[in-house]
């Protein structure tokens, strides 16, 4: 049985816990058991927390590789940023100076970092540890949706090139039984980190063609594998009806939409937190019970 | 002059997200503001196509703004070849500004000194948080060749 | 350039960082934390009896640079200790060297930075009508102002975001726990979260931490 050690990072507990439950039931349905990384803190973030305070940055990611690896399994990571925060840590980790340094912080904690632990983004693991078939046979309600796809800037610190990436979240949706709506853009940011430096540059240069371009593409949804970039795209879509755009899509997190498509209800999946209109969105496509 | 393994940042407009994060990293190492504006390299997207490219300063072996400078502000760190500014000569005339094909050079106001590139003193901070790695730092050895592999698009 | 032979007098104290020296007559010390200062000045004073020249500061967004100029038998000597934004209060060094009172008036008045232990408080430059503003001095970096509350956070919740009571009562509707597995919620405990913060030398650089994540 395969079994994974689950970190969750802070956006999908806190502020999106209808992704949680969809990873919970998605992972069971497809046979694999979730370990909880119990004591784990924030991965940090990968930019701005890491700018302003590196040492402190890469002792706290340290501390939540040592825990993972006294479960001895693979780090399975639903966010981009915490993938890139902790695969940057565990690459500035190798050197042995700044490992003994940060370990002797973590001492005091009872904890030691050995470089064991293998991290493995959510994406990589759905789509190399799982055969398409696996997937397939569980779809109980497919639906034609057409949906853009969003990767993420740190879903790509891989050294795959990006285009490659991208494929993968793309096939995994077909393998969901989605048709992908190419639009043209699904490189471009989210616009989250430009939107803290300059919110209205990132509004006209990112976000705005970005959206633009998949209302054209005929889509009917978008999904992502990052709350963060799940998080902007709602809030944009939000802040922009304010400013005269017609743009309403619902955003999805990948899970959310398998485990839909593994024929879950959308009515105990905590999707009335979103701000796009997913939950209607859901409930109009899936039906209200199985 | 030429050294061959002097370091150089190179720009892949095909990895490139636009998220601006290289910006931003900028800004906080020298001046420990977020603020693209303030930023030693430049994100440029075209809203319209999805264009988008990074100005970033070459080091160039006959280096413009280094010729134009009329007061020896600009000067290159023979060590490591990087082209710098010492604030303290600079007068604040823009030559550099003007002079430079790329738009590196920009002018502070409130320090009254032109700023540019300096390669974070040799460990580049728009590379390093880089995610799709769109920027990366290699040897002026491999400049052509790679800037090759990126111009003559041997992915497609 | 080799450095001079009083480098190894140094009183450990003072916690001498790094030492440059770009030409036979200037010295550059770097403090690593404002409370070196007495020990360095102290030092430079009563051993070396070197004179002061003059107290200088730089400001940057996030921090003030503070150059302390000696003149030690013809050598430039450069005290530079760096002193982060939140803290805004420097060691004064007026009771080593009774010279220093008046130029830590002009960096008081000019940039509102509290010397602790100067004996005379009150304005001595600017009018009254002055008094409270410090005209020199830039404003806060809108980041490192944010960056504070963000690192509180991890500290105070182990995660960037604090929890909300709508998602919290969402997760209990679904059946979810809010302790374990929810691991930010079941922090572990502010203690470790901190001493890390303390290890790092996160805490000294942004020392409101203290009130607000304190132990």
Known sequence: MKRYIIYLGCMIPMRFPSVEKSARLVFADLGAEIVDLDGYTCCPDPVLTRLAEDEFSLALSARNLALAEKLDNDLLVLCNGCFETLVEAEEMLRDQATRARINAMLAKDGLEYTGKVRIRALIDVLTEDFRPGEIAQKLTKIMPVKVACHTGCHMLRSPQHPKDRIKILEDLTVATGFEVAAYGRELDCCGFPASIADEAMAMKLLITPKLDAVKRSGAEAITTGCPTCLYQLESNQVAMKKLGSDIDLPVFHILELMALSFGHSPETMGLELHRSPAKAFATARWGVSQ | ?156 | MNEPAFMNQMPAEANVVSASMPSANRLFLELGNPAGIAAAMGFFTEVQKARLMTITCFETPAFFEMLHHLDDSGIVVTLRTILWKPANAFPSVAAINPAAELIEHEIMELYGIIFEGNPRPENMILTDEWAKLTPLRGKVSQLDARMDGNIATIIEHGSTTAPSKRVMKVRSGMGMPEGPPLCPLKCPGKEIIFTIAEDSGTVSRHPNLKKEAGK
């Open chain 2, 1 to 156: 002059m030429k050294d061959n393994n002097q370091k150089l940042l190179i720009f892949d407009a095909s990895r490139c997200t636009a998220c601006h994060y290289c910006e931003m990293a900028c800004s906080y190492f020298h001046f420990k503001v977020i603020d693209i504006g303030m930023a030693n390299l430049r994100v440029l997207v075209n809203p319209d196509t999805g264009q988008r490219d990074v100005a970033h300063c070459l080091h160039c072996d006959n280096a413009f703004c280094l010729e134009a400078c009329p007061t020896g502000a600009i000067y290159r760190d023979e060590a490591t070849r990087i082209v710098r500014i010492n604030p303290m000569k600079c007068i604040g005339c823009k030559s550099c500004v003007a002079a430079c094909p790329v738009g590196v050079p920009w002018f502070h106001a409130a320090e009254g000194a032109a700023k540019k590139c300096d390669l974070c003193d040799g460990d580049p901070q728009c590379a390093k948080y880089c995610s799709p790695a769109a920027i990366r730092v290699i040897d002026r050895n491999d400049y052509r060749k790679e800037f090759q592999i990126i111009g003559g698009g041997s992915r497609e």
